[in-house]
């Protein structure tokens, strides 16, 4: 009974967190048009933003000794956000237009293999997290330079009182994303001590759809909408912001993974995911159903791999 009470209390918690995440979204969103950023700042501030899920509960899982859940949440969320999301995404709304320039998309891709190369020693020391940030910060800077000279697009300014409502709405958001953060750690404590599976697992499986909810609403909102327009760079920008926060944890403290056979599936099916996205991307300049199929199909297995594991 305790047992299904406190995963009653998990699934509760990750939808109030998804929740609370779409309404900082929803709100940041709304600040970056009113305050006239950049169309491109703009997505990488919603990729940020949309990873502050990841961000608050890797720190207290860092905190808490259990920072290799965080490794699974996170490289376990790029399969999420590339298989999942946009696999469905390119379902419902039928095409998705790219510019097909490999020169934008293979610094991001590269960004997150080598996240993943740098853990097969069997974790993430400071130099590896230094390396980590560096690099994310280098692509921010690339990806500036190419697109500065696409030209921007801004937006009038509105009422002041909608602003400061905005900034402290956003403000309310995050704080509450902080504190189910710390609750949906500690729950997940007393799962550790019940269930048999390893914190590698858990958050490859539960942690990276519950911290990916916000991206998984705007899929769900496109589809209601009937829209066929979906911010690939915000899901992109959500993708490779995860490395970011993978090399702050590494930073902030070690992080020791067991190198086993959940870590060889996480590392084919991400290489595969990427690699399948990377040629879909480049191929005919748009993605359409049938590589949103494939990309769909490609989660679903490594779901099916992973549940196949706990029950052998």
């Known amino acids: 009974m305790e047992l299904a009470l406190n ?22 969103k709304y600040l970056a048009k009113v305050l006239k950023i950049r169309l491109f700042a703009f997505g990488i501030l919603l990729g940020i933003i949309t990873t502050l899920p990841e961000l608050s509960v890797g720190i207290n899982a860092t905190l808490n000794g259990i920072a290799s859940l965080s490794v699974g949440n996170l490289l376990g969320g790029v399969i999420v956000i590339l ?42 020391g ?23 000279s696409y030209g921007s697009e801004s937006f009038a300014l509105l009422e002041k009182n909608k602003i400061i409502k905005a900034v402290f709405f956003s403000f309310v958001g ?51 909408k009937k829209s066929s327009e979906l911010s690939l760079s915000h899901l992109l920008s959500s993708a490779f912001t995860n490395v970011l926060i993978l ?16 870590f060889y599936i996480l590392s084919i099916f991400l290489v595969a995911v990427l690699l399948l996205f990377l040629f879909f991307y480049h191929s005919g300049k748009k993605m359409d159903r049938v590589e949103g199929a494939i990309l769909l199909t490609c989660y679903i297995l490594f779901l099916l791999v992973n549940f196949w594991m706990i029950v052998d």
């Open 7 to 28: 995963l009653f209390f998990l699934l509760v918690l990750f939808v109030i967190l998804g929740i609370s995440a779409e309404f900082v979204v929803r709100n940041i």
């Open 126 to 148: 400071l130099i590896d997290g230094l390396i980590m940030v560096g690099l994310y910060f280098g692509l921010i800077f690339y990806l500036y330079q190419i697109n500065r």
């Open 174 to 224: 995050v704080v509450a994303i902080l504190l189910l953060s710390n609750w949906i750690v500690k729950i997940t404590l007393g799962l550790l001590q019940d269930w048999q599976i390893s914190k590698l697992l858990l958050g490859l499986l539960i942690f990276s759809i519950g911290t990916n909810l916000p991206e998984i609403s705007i899929a769900i909102t496109s589809w209601r």
């Open 83 to 124: 298989g999942l999301v946009l696999g469905s995404s390119l379902l419902l709304n039928r095409k998705i237009i790219t510019d097909g320039n490999l020169k934008i998309i293979i610094p991001q891709v590269a960004i997150i293999f080598l996240a993943l190369l740098l853990g097969i020693n069997g974790g993430y």
């Open 247 to 262: 090399g702050i944890l590494a930073a902030i403290r070690p992080i020791n993974i067991v190198i086993g056979p959940a």
